[in-house]
């Protein structure tokens, strides 16, 4: 809009310049006029809209142009965002949005719930090994860092999305142990939604108790499921490629599950056995 502004002045200046000296092209002047009014306009009126819309319809807006854009269905959709690139995941995260405009940025600003869901990448030390816990990149860590303080500032419930991670190529020195960054949070007591996509290697973080987890979804079958986080405050479950050892889910609050989802690689005598452990369905 400034640029209009500044264009429509230098605009009247040549009209002015024109008129006194009884040239020929001052209509086509004029005419040029009439169009950077309109436009000015427009983008005015524009700027008028944006501030009446109320920041409740915002959040829906930017949430659905986040997961639209990551390829990832609805932003409610943890598994479908777990399976997004991460690469997308990234470039259009809410910092990003807030780069478009002033506007945007003040909106964004102003949206708390647009920061509370997380991706996080972890990599495995090695491609054979397997026994320890994988590392997060350190380039990764201080953007994640930005976002935790914010939820533990406003106290905000937050999602956290584990997908595969890059290649080891990408370790550093620097590189922290995944689980170790979990504990070390002060955030980690309002994550309410946990989402496993790791198929290629274990997490390692049976040792570590969530309580304030209640919806976990779960898309990594064999030794994936035996390194799932304690939460003894679940109620919500996915399981996603579960197999036929059930009992492979040490952690699984199975007799404290109001919603569980266990895929369909299960036969008839499994699926009883799992029902069997949920008496409050």
């Not at 983008?43 to 809209?49: D, E, L, M, V, Y």
């Not at 949430?63 to 409610?76: N, Q």
């Not at 102003?110 to 350190?138: F, G, K, Q």
């Not at 079958?221 to 040490?250: E, Q, R, Y």
Request: glycine share 4%.
């Amino acid at each position: 809009m400034e640029g209009y502004t500044t264009q429509l002045a230098v605009l009247q200046g040549i009209i002015e310049a024109e008129a006194r000296s009884g040239g020929n092209i001052s209509i086509i002047l004029w005419r040029a006029e009439q169009i950077y009014r309109v436009r000015l306009s427009a983008c005015s009126s524009i700027g008028t809209a944006w501030r009446k819309v109320p920041l409740e319809l915002w959040d829906k807006v930017f949430r659905h142009y986040l997961a639209a854009i990551r390829g990832s269905g609805p932003v409610s959709d943890p598994f479908k965002r777990a399976k997004a690139d991460p690469n997308k995941l990234a470039m259009f995260a809410p910092n990003t949005l807030s780069t478009v405009c002033k506007a945007w940025r003040s909106i964004v600003t102003s949206l708390s719930t647009l920061w509370t869901d997380i991706t996080l990448l972890p990599m495995p030390v090695s491609e054979s090994d397997t026994n320890r816990p994988p590392l997060l990149a350190s380039a990764d860590v201080v953007p994640v860092l930005t976002r935790l303080h914010r939820l533990t500032k406003q106290s905000l419930p937050w999602s956290l999305t584990i997908a595969n991670g890059r290649p080891p190529q990408l370790l550093t020195a620097n590189s922290i142990p995944f689980p170790l960054f979990l504990e070390s949070q002060a955030a980690l007591r309002f994550l309410a939604c946990l989402c496993i996509c790791a198929t290629h290697h274990p997490l390692n973080l049976a040792d570590m108790m969530i309580p304030s987890i209640t919806s976990l979804v779960v898309d990594a079958g064999g030794p994936g499921f035996a390194n799932i986080p304690n939460l003894p405050n679940l109620t919500k479950a996915t399981l996603l490629n579960m197999v036929a050892d059930v009992d492979s889910t040490t952690h699984t609050p199975w007799a404290s599950l109001t919603h569980p989802f266990i895929g369909n690689h299960l036969n008839p005598q499994h699926v009883h056995t799992v029902l069997r452990m949920c008496p409050i369905l």
